[in-house]
T-cell receptor, first 113, second 113 residues
Framework: DQQVKQNSPSLSVQEGRISILNCDYT??????FLWYKKYPAEGPTFLIS?????DKNEDGRFTVFLNKSAKHLSLHIVPSQPGDSAVYFC????????????FGKGTKLTVNP | EAGVAQSPRYKIIEKRQSVAFWCNPI?????LYWYQQILGQGPKLLIQ????????DSQLPKDRFSAERLKGVDSTLKIQPAKLEDSAVYLC???????????FGSGTRLTVV
């Protein structure tokens, strides 16, 4: 039973364009959501998060949108850069982030120069 | 601030052999997690410690996996005996008690042949 789903295993975009990565969840107890970025041979690194009391959080080129009614969140990267090429994991947690993280399978983003 | 340290980085063993991984969390982080990431999947929580007590080990295959966190600092994860399906990256993460500052180590890549 996958509680966090990333249905696109890969995404390819041109440098300078927008990258949109999607994530769906099924557990209504989740109230804190995170995006992690992972390069090969490294551990996941925290990118951006959002609490369920918000519907948008922005940090530089990265924006996360949360649609609670649809149990859907998305990560927008604008403009995309070749260095953004990595695997992006969506993760969710209950109890405001103090509970364990449940991860999606990841989406491999390739930004072409 | 030093990150989460893990060793070894890589390990190749034959099936039915034993293996142990070590993790040193960020200083002051009360919570320590071990995740298993199989190729093409997101990280899956194996065990969560709060100081030296186990909070969640519901997904730990206890017939072959064991973990301890002596003195509430370093932790070891052991597999005995290993199976082919244990081939994965084993990630250690740590956080403050409330989940703040969640940080992953670089992981140990285990190959069972």
């Amino acid at each position: 039973d996958q509680q966090v789903k990333q249905n696109s295993p890969s995404l390819s975009v041109q440098e300078g364009r927008i990258s949109i990565l999607n994530c769906d969840y099924t557990n209504s107890m989740f109230d804190y959501f995170l995006w992690y970025k992972k390069y090969p041979a490294e551990g996941p690194t925290f990118l951006i998060s959002i609490s369920s009391i918000k519907d948008k959080n922005e940090d530089g080129r990265f924006t996360v949108f949360l649609n609670k009614s649809a149990k859907h969140l998305s990560l927008h990267i604008v403009p995309s850069q070749p260095g953004d090429s990595a695997v992006y994991f969506c993760a969710a947690s209950a109890e405001g982030g103090s509970e364990k993280l449940v991860f999606g399978k990841g989406t491999k983003l390739t930004v072409n120069p | 601030e030093a990150g989460v340290a893990q060793s070894p980085r890589y390990k190749i063993i034959e099936k039915r052999q034993s293996v142990a991984f070590w993790c040193n969390p960020i200083s002051g982080h009360a919570t320590l997690y071990w995740y298993q990431q199989i190729l093409g999947q997101g990280p899956k929580l194996l065990i969560q410690f709060q100081n030296n007590g186990v909070v969640d080990d519901s997904q730990l295959p206890k017939d072959r996996f064991s973990a301890e966190r002596l003195k509430g600092v370093d932790s070891t994860l052991k597999i005995q005996p290993a199976k082919l399906e244990d081939s994965a990256v084993y990630l250690c993460a740590s956080s403050l008690r409330d989940g703040y500052g969640y940080t992953f180590g670089s992981g140990t890549r285990l190959t069972v042949v």
